[in-house]
């Protein structure tokens, strides 16, 4: 099964990832050295007066930003043309959970840039927007709220990363490994959605294969096959849509920095990191009961089994428990035994387990 789920894994994401490798994201930033590329860009700002108010953007405030504002590069990147419109505006954002309206501007700007047609493979610059001081806010620097930017360790806003390459080839795979970073989280979040319908069958099957029994003693209560399984997808799931929400920001925006690849490559490594061990401890705790006449043996985890007997006369306690939480409610049993042995907890998820329940109620109940 473990072969079967990473050979679709890993198709799931390549295809997903070539499909990411023709959206804007990538084929902006990964370019053939020498082309001129078209590009927009779309930020809502505001200017702060205060802790707790924004200057209105005015006439003349809107005409200087539109004259004033620029482009500028490093590495290979260079201007060709910019045009820049400012619209006033009230602008949202949210900060510690409240949402937060006031007075700014929307900044439109298109603007034309290419590289040198000599520039190396894996040339590496960024184009940056230069926000001017406006006469009479001396002082006074933007905010940006939304849109595909990012400010680095100097103060400084780069709208795009461009990396050059100096053929079709080359620069056809550096866009599919660039859009890994977008085909890693949303290919393994649709894998997943898609193996847990897949699980239900497999389930099916793995019952199925189990040795028949009837409806007397002795009897054997297996666990559920795919219980790891389970809390795989249900870890790699939680994990997955965090990096695919950042992901999909960054896509939307049509700008992921080399910042957001890491971001996102890190939570997707820290969530497999602890899905991993949640699997791999859940396979080897899941538990297959066995009861007779005389009592009842137990094992945990997977093939060679190494069972615990108890006769009947050394289980000193039986319970069965439950737990309630969002109107859902958990079953489970406890055994105590008399030579102090840790105890015996058997959870609803076992296979048969209104028949195992009955079975030593009749047992421990006083007719």
Same mark, same amino acid.
């Given at each position: 099964?473990?072969?079967?789920?990473?050979?679709?894994?890993?198709?799931?994401?390549?295809?997903?990832?070539?499909?990411?490798?023709?959206?804007?994201?990538?084929?902006?930033?990964?370019?053939?050295?020498?082309?001129?590329?078209?590009?927009?860009?779309?930020?809502?700002?505001?200017?702060?007066?205060?802790?707790?108010?924004?200057?209105?953007?005015?006439?003349?405030?809107?005409?200087?930003?539109?004259?004033?504002?620029?482009?500028?590069?490093?590495?290979?990147?260079?201007?060709?043309?910019?045009?820049?419109?400012?619209?006033?505006?009230?602008?949202?954002?949210?900060?510690?959970?409240?949402?937060?309206?006031?007075?700014?501007?929307?900044?439109?700007?298109?603007?034309?840039?290419?590289?040198?047609?000599?520039?190396?493979?894996?040339?590496?610059?960024?184009?940056?927007?230069?926000?001017?001081?406006?006469?009479?806010?001396?002082?006074?620097?933007?905010?940006?709220?939304?849109?595909?930017?990012?400010?680095?360790?100097?103060?400084?806003?780069?709208?795009?990363?461009?990396?050059?390459?100096?053929?079709?080839?080359?620069?056809?795979?550096?866009?599919?490994?660039?859009?890994? #970073?977008? $085909?890693?989280?949303?290919?393994?979040? !649709?894998?997943?959605?898609?193996?847990?319908?897949? =699980?239900?069958? *497999? +389930?099916?099957?793995?019952?199925?294969?189990?040795?028949?029994?009837?409806?007397?003693?002795?009897?054997?209560?297996?666990?559920?096959?795919?219980?790891?399984?389970?809390?795989?997808?249900?870890?790699?799931?939680?994990?997955?849509?965090?990096?695919?929400?950042?992901?999909?920001?960054?896509?939307?925006?049509?700008?992921?920095?080399?910042?957001?690849?890491?971001?996102?490559?890190?939570?997707?490594?820290?969530?497999?990191?602890?899905?991993?061990?949640?699997?791999?401890?859940?396979?080897?705790?899941?538990?297959?009961?066995?009861?007779?006449?005389?009592?009842?043996?137990? #094992?945990? $985890?997977?093939?060679?089994?190494?069972? !615990?007997?108890?006769?009947?006369?050394?289980?000193? =306690?039986?319970? *069965? +428990?439950?737990?309630?939480?969002?109107?859902?409610?958990?079953?489970?049993?406890?055994?105590?035994?008399?030579?102090?042995?840790?105890?015996?907890?058997?959870?609803?998820?076992?296979?048969?387990?209104?028949?195992?329940?009955?079975?030593?109620?009749?047992?421990?109940?006083?007719?």
């Amino acid at each position: 099964m473990v072969p079967k789920y990473l050979l679709t894994l890993a198709m799931t994401v390549s295809l997903v990832a070539f499909a990411a490798s023709s959206l804007r994201f990538a084929t902006r930033s990964q370019v053939l050295a020498g082309k001129a590329v078209d590009e927009t860009s779309k930020i809502e700002f505001t200017i702060d007066a205060d802790s707790s108010n924004t200057y209105r953007i005015s006439p003349r405030i809107k005409q200087f930003l539109e004259d004033h504002i620029s482009f500028y590069t490093d590495g290979p990147p260079r201007i060709v043309s910019a045009k820049v419109e400012i619209t006033p505006k009230d602008v949202s954002w949210t900060e510690n959970h409240s949402t937060i309206t006031s007075t700014g501007a929307a900044l439109f700007a298109r603007f034309q840039w290419d590289t040198p047609a000599d520039s190396a493979n894996g040339a590496h610059g960024n184009i940056y927007l230069n926000f001017p001081e406006v006469p009479g806010l001396e002082g006074k620097v933007p905010d940006f709220h939304s849109g595909g930017y990012q400010k680095d360790d100097k103060g400084r806003y780069a709208v795009r990363e461009v990396t050059t390459y100096r053929d079709t080839f080359t620069l056809s795979l550096a866009r599919f490994v660039f859009a890994l #970073a977008a $085909g890693v989280p949303f290919g393994v979040l !649709l894998h997943t959605i898609f193996w847990a319908f897949l =699980l239900k069958g *497999e +389930k099916r099957s793995r019952l199925a294969e189990l040795p028949p029994q009837g409806s007397g003693l002795p009897r054997t209560f297996y666990p559920d096959p795919i219980a790891e399984w389970i809390l795989w997808l249900l870890v790699l799931g939680i994990g997955t849509v965090v990096a695919t929400m950042i992901a999909s920001f960054a896509v939307y925006d049509g700008f992921m920095s080399s910042g957001f690849v890491w971001i996102i490559y890190t939570i997707m490594a820290i969530t497999v990191a602890i899905a991993l061990p949640v699997a791999y401890f859940t396979g080897k705790s899941v538990l297959t009961v066995r009861i007779d006449t005389n009592g009842i043996s137990y #094992a945990r $985890g997977r093939g060679d089994l190494e069972w !615990l007997n108890a006769a009947w006369s050394d289980i000193r =306690l039986f319970k *069965e +428990k439950f737990r309630t939480y969002r109107g859902s409610t958990t079953y489970w049993i406890e055994l105590e035994f008399n030579d102090h042995r840790k105890k015996l907890k058997i959870s609803q998820s076992i296979q048969g387990y209104p028949v195992l329940r009955n079975t030593l109620r009749s047992v421990f109940t006083p007719k």
